[in-house]
């Protein structure tokens, strides 16, 4: 039979598209998502997001507003769940993902990433899953992870007659160049170690071979002699190599305005402090000297996206973004905007992703050659996992302020973390 489109058949199809019913177009599943950090995150994180709705229209991703630190974010999940208000994927600090994952409010990765086959050939290797892994369940996927380098001012180097480009390995070159570097003069200061938080306090206790409890998790593992002489670099960088004690924010400007010889912190700032220094100085960066060349090894520092919406269509349409997010595309994205070491293997050996980026870019394999020694950010067990990172920091600045000396923090911070820890 052959259709003839006459004057009549159009008019009769006119009429009856206006008197059948409009079919309606199902509206976007919008999911709620949440991170800290929007000074490292905001512009990769809102990219990412536009690329993925872009391919994926049926699905709207709203952040919420940001939090300014991890353990912010983890505070505000924790609150909002006892309403059932929490974000639909929310990124955690790795070392808070444990806290989350055993209140019982992330959803087990594995059986999705399981449907979709061997998560190896989406770029999932099991060394990057167990990243993600809290409370006996793949409760999150990583989404960026960093380790500490050692952000270096050339020129500050020059004028103190040391060679930038001549990598110096152990804390007692760094501490005699930080003391050169200072006695120049004019404000001028030859490092500051960011010391706020637990993860860079970690990354000098395991570079001695260190550990922050036993793998029991019933003793403490930094009270012995690693810790001290964790605690006894800090004393020594302000003592012998005239490091101020200026705060996290305060350190990071006086390094960008160039008067700063050595910082010491995350690749995750690598982006900002190239786009901050402008003609300020040439910069370098350095691996992160270890106290035990052979024992040492290095925090993993960043987040993971954890799924925690109840709804099964806000799940399935979180996870699909979160897999975009991790994924070859989003990782190679995360790196270029931030600093941060890749969380898929895909997109670190394919040169499509960033093959060709690390050739151009020399400065962000620094982080990428100590890959190697990281290890996970440490997570203590139970809920007081903020309060005792808030012990940690309050004890390192007072030696860093040189309000107590190394032995009697150390004691007070382990007999005040010892308290705070679940009882056997």
Known sequence: MTFRLTRRTMLAGAAASLAAPRLAFAAPIEIEAHYAMPAVYKDVKETIARAFMAANPDVRVAWR????????????????????????????????????AERGLAVDLAPLLKAEGDPAKAGYTPELLGLGQAGGIQAGLAFATSNPIV???ADLFRRAGLDPDRKLTTWDEHIEASKRISALGGGV???YYRWQGDWIYSALLFGFGGAMMD?????????????RASLSVLDRLVKEGGMPALSGEAGAQAFAAGKVGMYYWSTAF????????????????????????????????GAAGMILAKDPAKQQAAYRFLRYATGPEGCATMVKGTGYVPVNQIAADDPRFLGDFYRDNPLFMTGVRQMPIMVPWYAFPGANGVRITSVITDNVSRVVEQKAPVDTALADMAREVTRLLPRA
């Open 65 to 100: 507003q940001p939090a300014a630190s991890y353990d912010e974010a983890t505070q505000l999940v924790l609150r909002e769940a006892v309403t059932g208000r929490q974000p639909d994927l929310t990124f955690q600090g790795l070392n808070r993902l444990r806290v989350v």
């Open 215 to 227: 793998a029991a998790e019933r003793e403490i593992g930094f009270a012995g002699p690693e810790g």
């Open 189 to 191: 200061h030859g490092s």
């Open 270 to 301: 690598l982006r900002q402090a190239m786009n901050s220094l402008g003609q300020n100085f040439r910069l370098a960066t350095w691996e992160f000297p270890l106290g035990d060349k052979a024992r040492g090894r290095l925090p993993t520092g």
């Open 151 to 153: 952000f270096i001012n």
